[in-house]
């Protein structure tokens, strides 16, 4: 019986003893509750202990940096112009007491932090144009956004560490017009383009042709000149052929006018018998007909 009693009081005594020790790992921080109120906070990893349960219980959480991913949302911006907005941010829980007391866990300060954001990317933005948010000075806006949102989520016990935009773009139908738009612009200019070129082509072909006619006209006169230079000199030296031999010219030039008569098919000819025609087709004698 004692031995028995004594068995219960080891294992009742060892499991307290099991439920005081508690260890924190590097990337956590612990919150000690007692009886569902917060006592006190462990930041250090470790081995701690505490009250056994049921007098105390450990309450874990996340001690790295957290994710938050806003859904997109339209904004109206200084100029009236809508874009859709589509942000992130970078938090982390810098007091567990004030974190446990506010919004308890992460899933309600992902909403609470989402509506702070989205408060704060409409006030900021609403006071600067479209074409600001797109250019350069984004940084600066960020700055103003998320010094904004800390000093809301420090209620919650909660450190911003980071508040960014992923994308700022048009709204399906502004941008599906503006595209439209541009696209009309672009075919515009293309039009102009073609119609420079041909006319700058209609040009060049004007021109071409010009200095063909030009060249053509040029070369027509040098050949003429040429073919009279040509005649000139063949009339001389005809003339000079003829005045050294005159018989031996007339009877090649009357060989040359047989020669183109009867090449023909037909050789049959009627002439008379006295025509000059004839007069090589006598006999020659002593060189002489």
């Known amino acids: 019986m004692r031995n028995t009693l004594a068995i219960i009081i080891l294992v009742i005594a060892g499991a307290f003893g099991l439920t005081s020790v508690f260890v924190v790992q590097q990337t956590r921080q612990a919150l000690i509750m007692a009886f569902g109120e917060p006592r006190y906070v462990v930041t250090e990893p470790g081995l701690h202990f505490k009250l056994p349960w049921p007098f105390q219980n450990v309450y874990y959480m996340e001690k790295r940096i957290l994710a938050l991913d806003a859904p997109p949302e339209e904004v109206i911006a200084s100029d009236q112009k809508r874009l859709v907005v589509d942000s992130f941010a970078r938090f982390r829980i810098l007091d567990p007491l004030k974190f446990y007391q506010t919004v308890g866990n992460e899933t309600l300060a992902r909403s609470r932090l989402g509506a702070v954001i989205s408060s704060n990317l409409r006030q900021v933005l ?47 139908a502004n941008s599906e017009a503006i595209y439209r738009r541009m696209q009309t612009e672009r075919e515009r200019e293309a039009k102009e383009f073609r119609a ?94």
Do not use: C, H, W
Not at 127 to 133: A, L, P
Not at 268 to 286: A, E, I
């Open 126 to 172: 609403a006071s600067e144009k479209f074409s600001t948010v797109l250019s350069g000075e984004r940084a600066a806006l960020m700055r103003r956004i998320s010094d904004g949102v800390n000093r809301e989520a420090q209620a919650f016990g909660i450190e911003i560490v980071d508040v960014r935009i992923k994308r700022a773009d048009l709204p399906q």
């Open 196 to 289: 420079q070129g041909a006319e700058v082509a209609q040009r060049i072909k004007s021109r071409a042709d010009r200095e063909r006619t030009v060249l053509l006209a040029e070369a027509e006169k040098q050949a003429q000149i040429l073919r009279g230079e040509g005649d000139g000199k063949a009339v001389k030296i005809f003339a000079d052929a003829f005045g050294k031999d005159i018989d031996f010219f007339e009877f090649y030039r009357s060989m040359q006018a047989y020669q183109a008569a009867l090449d023909k098919n037909d050789t049959t000819m009627v002439l008379s018998p006295d025509s000059d025609s004839f007069k090589f087709f006598g006999k020659v004698r002593g060189g002489k007909k």
